[in-house]
């Protein structure tokens, strides 16, 4: 999957497979420049920017990096300081890590930025190997959606988003073939969803010579490429919109709300929070130690692959602010039974060359780890860690351009004039041109979000006093979980509870908490076997979940006419359907992340952010699909059918 490549005299990388140089041999730097970076202009388009705008420059072949490192180091020279630059490239044949840097240190001016990128590189996962079974077929009477996405691999397994500071940077690294990666760019076809989709201002035309990648230059390359191109692409003049200021209103202080408030913040938005705490993250989001988990799957479906996209994503955000939000000790997820361990064994091949991602450890070398002794083999994530959630959404929210409402509790929402108002129970209102629910459960309470199927599932956690020399090192997952002492106590849990609406921490559940941490690890269970349980603190939240355990992101559906124009799906499951998707326009969502808001919302926020903004999305379209909120509306209506026919 890597690129196979070998060094001349001069120190220049050569592509042993095309037998094709990475750039010219005289000076690549110049070369980029002149052909990529004066040929469109860019010059004189970024100059003429608008503030708080995107540029979208698309690329085939991002080989070494150079072209995009020189896009970067133009941009922060002649763009404005609020407008983003969107660099979205397709690579089938990444160079590793320790290649790209060996290449990278040609260019010795551009060393402040290729460092950024060396860093923020990500692993490349091997593709799931067809052969592999998939989930077993729905039993009788058992949901079943019509599909939606493209078959085959198009989870968009190999695509990874960097953001580079704070932001005004985004790469999107698709590792794919040009023509199928840019494909799974493409707006979406299916009725369901609405065909809106980002096009490219400027495009790179990149990679090795035709006569020797003729593989790559082909018709579906370029009619996928016009497909994405507007009139004015790589055309020698440039006009752009006015700017109007762009506001929305965002119901949720938890960390879904936070991040999007930043990442809409970010790209100019200017953003009004509601929380109806007196605080943020008062919530599913207020235990003072989550960790960051995702579980890796052998599965080619969408839950195994946003699992992935979403870890690989949240460790690149919080790779630069570990030290204000938490630590990053690392995580071990345990095998603690057969099916793990079976689960561990098969994922052995397919992550083998993603080291600084997942590293497969025996009991004795987790023990190692931890710092303490374990019974079970499993995964080491080296660069995770524990985060305070309430520490991460006043930093997210420390924006000039996100102004919080607390003590403020929303209890309508409607669109007037072409814009949105939101009533609060004082009386006041807040008008916006959108709003976003990440409220979790609670947007059941409007009538425009009331039909989502939310699970509401409750968690206890129990904190226990740090005991002298406690060894712990890393967050330790298994059957609960435990995270290294912070403030003079040590946080485990948590309790999975459905249908519980219970709000007051139970004894009982310290008890569950303890004996699980006892399953996995009696070593470190015997500090506190002399505790007394009735004495213990905790604290009892409530997940947000939907049944396929995917978030909603995206634009809200209108219900009634959803379901009116997609009425022949309830008769026949595969009938075509014409008409559009029907949304509320303006009214988006990004809520159930569920027990993984710490790994999900990153993601999810970016997402939605692209969205909102019409931007390159930092996932393939079908996986976005996946995540849409009028799934379940369409589920509902074929499921109808098969009740029909029973």
Known sequence: MHADIEW?????????????????KANGLEETRHVFLQHNQLTDRWQHLSENSFFVIGETGFGSGLNFLAAWDLWLKTAPATAQLHFVSVEKFPLHKQDLQKALALWPELEFLSA?????????????????????PPSQGEEQSPPLGRGGLGWGHAFHRLSFMQGRIKLTLIIDDAAEGFTKLLASTHPLFIRTGFKVDAWFLDGFAPAKNPQMWSDDLFSVLANLSHCDTTATTFSSSEFQEKTVTIIGGGISGCHTARA????????????????????????????????????DEPQAAFNLHALQFALHHYANIWPKIGQQSGSLQLAYNPAETKLHQDLTERFA?????????????????????????????PKSGWINSKKLCKLLTNHSKINIKYDSQAIEIKRINYRWRVQLETGAEIESDVVVLANAHDAARFELTQHLPFNRIRGQVTYLPEPENLPLKTVVSSAGYISPADNNQVC?????NLR??????????????????????????????DIEIEKLNGRVAFRCSLPDYLPAVGQAPNKELLQQHFAP?????????????????????NLAQGSRGLTYTPLCAELLASIINQEPLPISQD?????????????????RKNLNDS
């Open 8 to 24: 001349d005299d001069q120190g220049q990388p050569l592509s042993k497979s095309f037998g094709d140089v990475y750039f010219s």
């Open 116 to 136: 950024q990128l060396i860093e923020a590189y990500p692993c490349f996962v091997g593709k799931i190997d067809s052969k592999t079974p998939s989930q077993p």
């Open 264 to 299: 809409l913040a970010e790209r100019g938005w200017q953003v009004t929070l509601i929380e109806r705490h007196q605080d943020l993250a008062q919530e599913a989001s207020g235990n003072p130690q989550g960790s960051l988990y995702a579980k890796l799957s052998m599965l």
């Open 353 to 381: 060359h993603a080291e600084e991602l997942v590293q497969f450890v025996t009991a004795e070398q987790a023990s190692k780890i931890a710092g303490i002794t374990l019974q079970y083999a499993g995964l080491y994530f």
């Open 492 to 496: 485990i849990g948590a309790t999975f």
């Open 500 to 529: 519980d609406t219970d709000p007051n921490p139970r004894i009982e559940d310290h008890q569950t908490n303890l004996n699980n941490l006892k399953l996995y690890s009696p070593d470190i269970a015997a500090h506190w076997q």
């Open 569 to 589: 799906l309830s008769v026949n499951a595969r009938a075509g359907i014409t008409q559009a998707g029907n949304y509320h326009p303006g009214l988006y969502l």
């Open 623 to 639: 996986l976005a699909n996946a995540l849409n909120p009028a799934r379940f509306l369409i589920r509902g209506i074929v499921k």
